[in-house]
């Protein structure tokens, strides 16, 4: 192509543009709370520079205020990063803001528009989705039937760490690996689907690169990076997958008692469509998988890291469980410190710092005195809500005793300073899963196992820094390597 024809290209893009962001920076100037001063085309984004993304915006919060407006390229997005602030967010309009802003390359293969992730809380097909899911997939009586499932998922990881015993381990890598096999088990009863696994990973690596798209929707249409196409081949690897489990699944004309099963049956009678059970598969799986892996770490990595509350776990199981060869998930009831020891973590290490963006959808929404307009998108820094010192004792320190007798503080967000999972209308509809899973996972892998750091070092070298992800993911900056040993 000619020199010439490509300034030509370049001033047919750069105009509109142009009109775009001066329209975006002076649309409703005066309505939006305080920030700091955005920078031409570019906005607030060399404000957010090195480091990580919420630790950045807690400290722009500490000079700007808990209800802070920030211009993400053109984009003006509010960032609430204090419990008072959010309890009156959640509150006084839950409704009002329980829509999505959703990122490009979720659109792909129109998966946005099917997904109870990111649809409307006020879509008719969201409210049938989460109702199903509710129902059949989160509900106490779906867990209990695939208890057995999951505690012999638990099991086989278990198996796994003994065969390494005495050897250095990266304990984020099992655990992926049996995360994985426990969801698809539990989903439709099939393990060892490395070529999903596989591709799931891509796809989780793809959407941690910032997308361009995002900041400046009008170049949404070229998609210059390519990530929503590559996005899509993906995707459609993943849906073909599930396709052909599903084929298999009405071939054999058998019902089985797992999510498939009960999703197929709501199939056959209309209530759902084949493409709806196979995003909803994808979105547990997608979701699930990395999220309560890294939990599980976060939590272990901790309490490694703190030798007084590990002995505190290990002496609550010694008095609850005494002699007891293998643990059940009933048992996690009698261990109420270990439970307080992964909400602490959680509180310490929120896998999704902020959560999920929410989009305004109606006028009226008003957050520490400041008119949030309609089509803003909102974020909560959750892991700066639940550092707040106004509201926490030692927010920096891991005390899981401030959880003990505290019915309160459960991973619902009915009390907003602690929400680890979201609240109100958006909170993670897997909930009751977390809160079965994450414990009995780990109290399983402390009640098999000795757990060592690798030679020389000491529980003050445990490394928690943190390292925020593009895909709105919390992990460990250097992964935790441990030594299993088999319990005497």
């Known amino acids: 192509m000619a020199p010439e024809l490509y300034l030509v290209c370049i001033a047919i893009l750069a105009v509109p543009l142009l009109c775009y962001v001066v329209t975006y920076t002076r649309r409703d100037a005066r309505r939006w709370p305080p920030g700091p001063r955005p920078r031409p085309i570019i906005g607030n984004l060399l404000d957010l520079r090195g480091g990580n993304l ?6 722009l919060a500490s000079a700007h205020g808990p209800v802070m407006t920030l211009k993400l390229g053109v984009v ?50 969201w409210k049938t989705l989460r109702s199903i899911a509710a129902r059949h997939i989160f509900s106490p009586r779906s867990l209990e039937v695939a208890q057995g499932v999951r505690e012999r998922a638990v099991h086989n990881t278990l198996s796994t760490f003994r065969r390494r015993a005495g050897q250095e381990v990266d304990i984020g890598h099992v655990l992926y690996h049996g995360v994985f096999d426990l969801l698809t088990t539990t989903l439709f009863s099939v393990d060892g689907q490395d070529k999903l696994r596989d591709v799931l990973e891509e796809i989780v690596a793809l959407l941690s690169e910032p997308n361009m798209s995002d900041f400046y929707p009008l170049l949404r249409v070229l998609d210059l990076q390519g990530l929503r196409r590559w996005t899509a081949t993906r995707m459609n690897r993943v849906l073909d997958v599930l396709e052909k489990i599903i084929d298999t699944r009405l071939g054999e004309g058998k019902h089985h008692p797992d999510v498939l099963g009960a999703l197929l049956e709501l199939m056959t009678t209309g209530k759902l469509s084949r493409r709806n059970v196979k995003t909803m598969l994808f979105d547990i799986l997608a979701a699930g998988t990395e999220t309560t892996k890294i939990t599980v770490e976060w939590a272990m990595a901790e309490l490694l890291r703190n030798p007084g509350a590990m002995a505190a776990v290990r002496a609550e199981m010694k008095e609850a469980l005494p002699q007891q060869r293998m643990i059940t998930e009933a048992d996690v009831a009698k261990l109420p410190y270990l439970q307080a020891a992964v909400k602490e973590s959680m509180r310490l290490h929120p896998v999704a710092p902020l959560l999920l963006p929410h989009l305004v959808v109606e006028d009226g929404v008003v957050i520490g005195g400041y008119a949030v307009p309609k089509g803003a998108t909102v974020i909560f820094n959750s892991w700066s809500i639940m550092r707040d010192p106004a509201v926490w004792e030692m927010p920096e ?29 958006r909170l993670c509809p897997a909930l009751p899963m977390v809160e079965v899973l994450v414990p009995f996972m780990l109290a399983s892998m402390l009640h098999a196992l ?15 820094t943190e390292k925020y992800t593009s895909n709105d993911i919390l992990v460990m900056d250097v992964p935790l390597k441990v030594v299993p040993m088999v319990a005497t």
């Open 54 to 59: 919420h630790h950045n915006l807690a400290r």
């Open 76 to 125: 003006r997005t509010v960032i609430v990063s204090s419990r008072d602030a959010a309890w009156e967010a959640f509150s006084m309009h839950d409704r009002r803001i329980a829509a999505r802003t959703v990122p490009d390359t979720r659109r792909a293969v129109a998966h946005a528009e099917r997904s109870m992730v990111w649809l409307p809380s006020s879509d008719p097909l």
């Open 397 to 425: 320190e891991f005390v899981p005793e401030r959880f003990l007798g505290k019915m309160e503080l459960g991973m619902s967000g009915k009390d907003v300073k602690f929400i680890p999972l979201g609240a109100g209308r």
């Open 450 to 464: 000795e757990w060592r750091l690798p030679q020389g070092m000491s529980p003050d070298q445990v490394d928690v």
